[in-house]
């Protein structure tokens, strides 16, 4: 039997006891005080306890600061094993913290008493982020329990608040520590499809900017006395929508594989048919391919608009609501891209493919700050939604598809 086998065979083995580390971190509402909970303080707890009888080499709480916890801090657990290459480590960095249930009455039974139906666990956080924590946590277990050493060290980076931000999580512990290495691989298990074949390793920059033309109020039957601010937006809207053809180039590692510009939201103007509006809002969401940049584009927006002002004589105010430029996408051919192609073709039989998409990821956090990150699992996506569930044959595999990466040389 090969050593994969092994491992594969005992993280089987733990079927019970992950259900049960599921139910019971299920049962500590990991909720960012921000959202209105108590953060990751007694979940926190549980896993320390759960690193500690594993046991590991080393475990760091870092503690980013935050009032309104009751602890006054938000943990961040950073478990260390040695393997036999420590040059380079693996990274599976998971979040602690869950989104809010939402409407109770969605709920089958209560979101904090998880129960096991059909092959699956149903409760908050389960699937998002729960599933692939404990798959890390038990794919270390098993290479304890058959005395099997890694090829490389290993690391698990237990983190709050990803979901509010990450101020106080994985952004904290990048800016505050210097626990990670650029030839460390990065995998983050938080996004993922049905069939395990996404990796995820970039995404789009985002502009989101709203407009307000100003024009003239007038009587609708005398519209020559005033400035239709409305009819100005309309042509503006259209004019923007060229913004198709100076950023038409195409990157197919995205779907779509182009950048997006849509007019989206639409303020109320004036509340009688028969007024001129002297006002109009609308706003525009940009998603753009990081080979441009957001400034460009924002360039590009107002010579635009510009061109509107100077035509019917409005007034146009731009106002940004978010911009984040993409962070350098992790290479196609990336080790840990590989690393995980590897891995998903044992366990799952399907070839994974790297992808780009149009929203971000905590994984972006990492590219910022120069690590190649890729983001991988295989999941139902049910996150934040009511009966969020884990197939538990997919939180199986997962820990496999781990192990299987541990044990590369
Ligand atoms: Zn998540």
Not at 174 to 189: A, G
Not at 207 to 213: G, M, Q, S, V
Request: proline content about 6%; charged content about 25%; some cysteine.
């Amino acid at each position: 039997m090969t050593k994969f086998d092994r491992i594969s065979r005992r993280i089987q083995s733990f079927r019970d006891d992950m259900i049960d580390l599921q139910v019971r971190l299920c049962a500590q509402p990991a909720i960012s005080p921000a959202a209105g909970g108590e953060g990751e303080g007694k979940k926190a707890e549980i896993l320390l306890n759960f690193l500690k009888d594993l046991p590991c080499n080393d475990i760091q709480v870092i503690r980013a600061p935050d009032l309104d916890a009751p602890s006054g801090f938000r943990p961040n657990l950073l478990a260390y094993f040695q393997g036999k290459n420590s040059s380079r480590t693996i990274w599976v960095m998971t979040h602690m913290d869950v989104v809010p249930p939402g409407d109770l009455a969605q709920w089958k039974g209560d979101p904090f008493k998880a129960w096991v139906e059909g092959g699956k666990i149903y409760g908050r956080g389960v699937e998002d982020n729960q599933q692939d924590m404990v798959a890390s946590l038990f794919a270390i277990k098993a290479f304890l329990a058959e005395k099997i050493r890694p090829s490389s060290s290993i690391g698990l980076a237990l983190v709050a608040d990803e979901e509010t931000g990450s101020t106080k999580g994985i952004d904290y512990v990048l800016r505050n520590s210097n626990h990670f290495r650029k030839e460390d691989l990065i995998i983050v298990p938080d996004a993922g499809n049905k069939e395990g074949t996404m990796i995820e390793v970039a995404e789009k920059g985002i502009l989101w900017l709203r407009f307000k033309t100003t024009g003239k109020q007038a009587h609708a039957s005398t519209p020559q006395k005033g400035i239709n601010s409305f009819k100005a937006a309309c042509f503006l809207v259209t004019e923007l929508q060229n913004l198709y053809q100076v950023f038409k180039e195409r990157d197919s590692l995205f779907e779509p594989p182009f950048s997006t510009f849509e007019p989206t939201k639409k303020e109320p103007n004036v509340p009688n048919i028969n007024t001129i509006p002297g006002e109009d809002v609308f706003y525009l969401d940009s998603r753009v391919l990081p080979k441009y940049s957001i400034d460009d584009v924002e360039k590009q927006i107002k010579k635009m608009a510009q061109r509107i002002e100077d035509r019917f004589g409005v007034k146009i105010t731009l106002e940004e609501q978010q911009r984040a430029s993409a962070a350098p996408p992790t290479p196609a051919e990336a080790v840990v891209v590989k690393a995980l192609q590897s891995a998903v073709r044992d366990v799952y039989r399907v070839e994974a493919a790297a992808r780009g998409i149009g929203g971000g990821t905590v994984a972006a956090l990492f590219r910022r700050a120069g690590y190649e990150a890729a983001c991988w699992s295989r999941i139902d996506e049910t996150a934040h939604q009511p009966n969020e569930y884990c197939q538990i044959e997919n939180m199986i595999g997962d820990a496999r598809v781990f192990a299987h990466i541990f044990l590369q040389g």
